[in-house]
T-cell receptor, first 117, second 113 residues
Framework: DAGVIQSPRHEVTEMGQEVTLRCKPISGHDYLFWYRQTMMRGLELLIYFNNNVPIDDSGMPEDRFSAKMPNASFSTLKIQPSEPRDSAVYFC???????????????FGQGTRLTVV | AQSVTQLDSQVPVFEEAPVELRCNYSSSVSVYLFWYVQYPNQGLQLLLKYLSGSTLVKGINGFEAEFNKSQTSFHLRKPSVHISDTAEYFCAVLNTGGFKTIFGAGTRLFVKA
């Protein structure tokens, strides 16, 4: 498997524009996570899905952020409208639950570096 | 709720010297503990994890960590570092009944020649 694939790797956009980040999890994984990494706040969990269903979106900063997972192999994180303070690296990660045991690690994509100017 | 504190934001060290990156956590329930490494412009990769059993855990690239329940610590060590170990290291906790991995703020390790 090629691992978790994110696109684009870099995105520069103007304030007010819509931004869509994409993620393809590892095949067979049933959990998908979106994280945001900034110098000030470190690595924050935004939302996670189980079997394509959003389970916990309490980390989503505001209504401008939305995430979807239309099928097991694809997820998007959308920011509309974008603001300069949204500039960060956004990571997608996936994992699989074995027999109710959470002893497996999360596999991370390489991230999307978003710059909003 | 859990939290993770990485006590050093940056650790400079000379090549071939030993290093310890400190991590303390708080949780009211049992946890799993992880160390991840992030190389420049890359995602996070797992270095090692503690689930149960022996408190000394060995990981990749010669790293090891020791779980100390009484001190709620999970410090990462390497006896002799290489230039290639320069990266950011994240300690993380996951409660045994939950679904969220909580990450520390990270420690940036600089290995100098």
């Amino acid at each position: 498997d090629a691992g978790v694939i994110q696109s684009p790797r870099h995105e520069v956009t103007e304030m007010g524009q819509e931004v869509t980040l994409r993620c393809k999890p590892i095949s067979g994984h049933d959990y998908l996570f979106w994280y945001r990494q900034t110098m000030m706040r470190g690595l924050e969990l935004l939302i996670y899905f189980n079997n394509n269903v959003p389970i916990d979106d309490s980390g989503m900063p505001e209504d401008r952020f939305s995430a979807k997972m239309p099928n097991a192999s694809f997820s998007t994180l959308k920011i509309q409208p974008s603001e300069p303070r949204d500039s960060a690296v956004y990571f997608c990660a996936s994992t699989i639950l074995y027999r109710d045991s959470w002893n497996t690690e999360a596999f991370f994509g390489q991230g999307t570096r978003l710059t909003v100017v | 709720a859990q939290s993770v504190t990485q006590l050093d934001s940056q650790v400079p060290v000379f090549e071939e010297a030993p290093v310890e990156l400190r991590c303390n956590y708080s949780s009211s329930v049992s946890v799993y503990l992880f160390w991840y490494v992030q190389y420049p412009n890359q995602g996070l990769q797992l270095l090692l994890k503690y689930l149960s059993g022996s408190t000394l855990v060995k990981g990749i690239n010669g790293f090891e960590a020791e779980f100390n329940k009484s001190q709620t610590s999970f410090h990462l060590r390497k006896p002799s570092v290489h230039i290639s170990d320069t990266a950011e290291y994240f300690c993380a906790v996951l409660n045994t009944g939950g679904f969220k991995t909580i990450f520390g703020a990270g420690t940036r390790l600089f290995v100098k020649a």
